[in-house]
């Protein structure tokens, strides 16, 4: 691994181009420098760094993978215990070697092959399934070792920190991570209720949650009862009588199955109990089988006591509840 001078600004501009096309989220400069810091509190260039950014630097190309692979990960882009290794599972091809079979050249037979469909002029995504099916009429191993092989390669270029031709093509122009916090944000994909994006970055940024914007929270919340495979419908956000959510069975399109309160609280701010009794009534009235109140705090303990002695049928989702919630729904 070779090692180049940089100037600190270009370096930090460079990072900042490959995490936002990577992960798709567009941050501030300050912003990355304040994840380099706290993942790197000993390396001294980035403290301070508005009177440094004119200095020269040597950084070898490893150092940089691994400044990368931090932001990605602080991002919720890449999981924490991706690898960087090129063989994703080690143990996996010492298995296969021990018995002959001959992994690295099928990851070469691979590359010739996707090294041949690649159109130069016109770069796109390459469907795999053809490669595979030609892989293994050739029979030069297994199906097991050949699919190991394919894994080991779609690992290698997740972790790539070189932006691609097909990736600067499919970019989508990323989304400002402010949205999250700001204000209300309206994802694309019309049959999803919040951007993934957002999910895996709440995902690795738990504490983040209470500090999102109210309604960014209502959909996160959507979102969840979306992928239950019911039919969900999102209050307009204001005049809607303490109702932010309606889930309905897909079998009874009707009357609820379930209303949902939303409260986006700080942690230390617990629901209170009048906030419980007067939901309790927007189930009756609703004519719901029953009643959710999700929150990023928790709800006051004389509210759990309210609902437990007169049997109202309501739950609770707690700020614990919500994380497992948005650690279920990340994809990577």
């Known amino acids: 691994m070779g090692a180049i001078n940089w100037r600190l600004e270009t370096l930090i ?11 798709g989220l567009v941050i501030s400069e300050d912003f990355l ?17 508005n009177s440094k950014k004119g200095m020269t630097i040597r950084m070898r190309s490893e150092n940089f993978d691994e400044y990368c692979w931090l932001v990605r990960k602080r991002l919720g882009e890449l999981d924490e215990s991706d690898s960087p290794l090129l063989l994703n599972d080690l143990e996996k091809y010492l298995e296969w070697d021990s018995k002959g079979y001959n992994i690295v050249g099928v990851h070469e037979r691979f590359m010739e092959l996707m090294a041949e469909a690649y159109d130069h002029e016109n770069p796109t995504l390459i469907d795999p399934n053809p490669i595979v099916d030609k892989i293994l009429e050739e029979k030069i191993a297994p199906a097991e070792v050949v699919i190991n092989a394919l894994e080991n390669i779609m690992h290698n270029q997740k972790m790539s920190n070189n932006i691609k031709p097909v990736e600067e093509i499919l970019w989508d122009g990323g989304i400002e991570l402010n949205k999250l916090f700001q204000d209300e944000h309206i994802p694309l994909v019309a049959s999803q209720f919040i951007d993934q994006k957002f999910i895996n970055y709440l995902a690795v940024n738990p504490e983040k949650l209470e500090y999102m914007h109210w309604r960014n929270f209502e959909r996160l919340t959507a979102e969840f009862f979306n992928r239950q495979d019911y039919s969900v419908e999102l209050g307009p956000g204001s005049n809607d009588g303490g109702i932010d959510i309606r ?86």
């Open 13 to 23: 501009n460079t990072l900042l181009d490959i995490v936002v096309v990577k992960s």
């Open 33 to 49: 420098i304040g994840i380099l810091v706290q993942g790197y509190p000993d390396e001294e260039m980035f403290k301070d760094y």
């Open 247 to 332: 889930v309905f069975d897909k079998n009874d399109s009707i009357k609820p199955y379930i209303i949902i309160q939303c409260k986006r609280h700080k942690e230390t701010n617990d629901v209170k109990i009048e906030t419980v009794k007067s939901f309790y009534s927007d189930v009756q009235f609703e004519g719901a089988v029953k009643g959710l109140i999700a929150t990023t705090s928790r709800v006051a303990t004389g509210g759990k006591k309210v609902v437990a002695i007169r049997k109202y049928p309501l739950q609770f989702a707690e700020n614990k509840e919500i994380e497992s919630w948005v650690k279920a729904m990340t994809k990577r």
